[in-house]
């Protein structure tokens, strides 16, 4: 199985005229089985279609035309509109949204995570790629368009999560090439709020048979990395993690941003070396290379269930 | 972006919090006229953004105008931890009976935010966390659901505070929470919240930063406090270098060509995207490399733009070569990349074989990038050499070049 999403999972494109959302649309209906991309929403536009896809004005109309609930939103509009475009997609019904907009206000983002847990639906990103179950399905442009997908994804044991989109697809295709194919992967976004954490996704792949072991990728800034080390000591987890660290070099660079808006020094506990140490103290191996994630999750997994 | 102490002042005065009649100047004799305009001892404060301004000698008590007159010239031409100060803050000097603190920050963990309150002021509230845990209340409050002045009174409660006190403090913290959350605070503090002789509260000292994505929502205050658009307030300054580096990022809005930062190393990175940059910074490193800059590409930039990157790394003083490296692409193409990268060379009269230590992009095009590269001689690699295997090849040549 997979978390999240599989074959069946129904979902809209918000904001789906713009370039990068008819690309993305393409790209879902093209990989695996092809996703069900029921509707599009872009406010004007009602009656056109994107690759196939119809086009309404309102969220509201595109259940209405679905004639059965929507599980899942990929919003793509701009920064400034992304609020009212999650609020419509919570308050028609949606349960799980993911928000590719990058530059959107933290407090505009606590809103929405406020609103979804409120409604019982779930927000994955913002400033995030989205979630593929390879050979399956996938929601948002991760992996890219369909053939570039399957070159890196593979089905099996491993579920991924990072905060970094591209990081997610390099991580994924070194484990494919190792023969460690993935249940899901999650690019759960690089802001400092973002709806899903590492400790948030945790219940979910904990949940999945198929999946055996997971792989992050994390960054300094924020307490993420501390949360999740608490979640997998609290919870006695059965699933072995190996993580990537990047971004050591900012321990040096305090106050300064790289890479993605959550990627700042502030303080003692969320430099790259704090981290590194919290996520050992829960057991969770973290990784010097890339090429060397691979091996580690694979000791830890016969570790676990000796052949 | 963090606001000066004269600024955060204003914000809270505003606010409808109590502030000192000070006054902010740039001028000595301006600070002279303020001081007598106050009548009685002074502080005057150098407003600079950055901690220990009270140790470099940045902040003087001044008991008549002239005093002030003498600090404040001393205190504009001092430069602390390499910055010179805006302009100094003159103050009537308090008689406080005690020191508090108030503050409001994000929690990512709740994804809220939460007021933070403490009868032990003055100093850093981590500090006080530490010491006296039990003198520092923490409470979170809703996005959506109405802030009311009941949360504050309970986060107040909590560290002991009552009698008149608590009933002086409620408001402030709860206008302190609205000024924070309208005004798309990631910090707003006031320490010391002083209480004066008389029982009255009044802010001595704030620090407020807004968030940079929001910036464009509050275009009024930010006008209001002169502050212009090209303000950043980054740790650091920007550099010629750095500066240039936004002006390739600006030439069209086709993706990323960008966030550029400066190092003094010999090796140009031209490099991909924002954990892919993170990743490669990190390996060239450890592989004992010395990059020259930091850069960001991404959302599939056009060739003009990759290519203006690439000239200003491949131009900077001291740089022998780039090495030009992406973590697996699917939006970015790796022909463009290629395109534009080779094209830097060329109008730099510079050999793409030479100055190109290596290029590691795999991904969307890769096929006619791979093509272009080895028509021009230039050494490429696919993802089957990792990011950290590409690293250490750049570094590997360019210290060929540096014995």
Redesign the interface.
Known sequence: MSILIDADTTFIVQGITGREAVNLTRECLDYGAGAKVVGGVTPGRLGREVHGVPVFDTVAQAVAHHGEPIYGSVVTVP??FTKDAVFEAIENGIKLIVIVTE?????D???M???AT?RGARIIGPNCLGIIVPDVIKMG?????AR??AQ?YTPGPIGVI??????T??MS??LS?AGLGQSTAVSIG?D??IGS?YAELMPLFEADEQTQGIVI?T?PG???EA?LARWVTENKSRLPIVA?M?????DE????S??????IVE?KEDTAGEKIARLAQAGITVA????DIPGLIQSKLSERSPA | MRFFEYEAREVVKRAGIPVTDYGFTTDAAEAKQIAERIGGPTVIKSQVLTGGRMKAGGVKFADTPDEAEAHARDILALEINGHMPRGVLVDPKAEVAQEYYAGVV?D??R???VMIFSPVGGIDI?QVAEEQPDKVGRRHF???LPLSDFQAKEVIASTGVTGSALNKLVPIVTRLAKLF?EN?M?LAEINPLGQLKDGSFVALDAHMDI?N??R??HKKLLADLGVGDEETR???EATPFELAGEQVDATDHRGVAG?V?EFDGNLGLVI????????L???V??HGGKPAN?C?I?GNPSVAKACGLAKLVLQKPGVDKIAVM??????TRVDIVARGVIKACLELNMDPAEKIAIFRIP??WEEEGFKILEKYGVDYAD??V????AARRAVEKIQGVAA
């Open positions: 920064p400034a530059r959107i206000p933290r407090r983002v606590a809103e995570v406020e609103l409120l442009g991760i992996g890219g368009p570039n997908a890196a990072s905060r970094s989109g591209g990081m697809t390099e295709s070194t090439a690089g400092a709020i954490s990728y960054e924020g307490r993420m949360e990537f990047a971004g050591r070099f900012m660079m305090p106050g300064m790289f890479g993605h808006a959550g990627t303080g010097e290379r890339i090429e | 994000w990512g963990t994804k809220q935010p981590e809703s996005n959506i959350v798309d990631t968030e994505e929001a464009g929502r980054q740790a650091r966030n930062t991909g995207a924002g954990g892919g940059s993170l990743t910074f990190d390996a490193r450890a930091y960001e991404g992406m973590s697996i692409v699917s939006n991904g969307a993802r089957s990792s990011l950290n295997e």
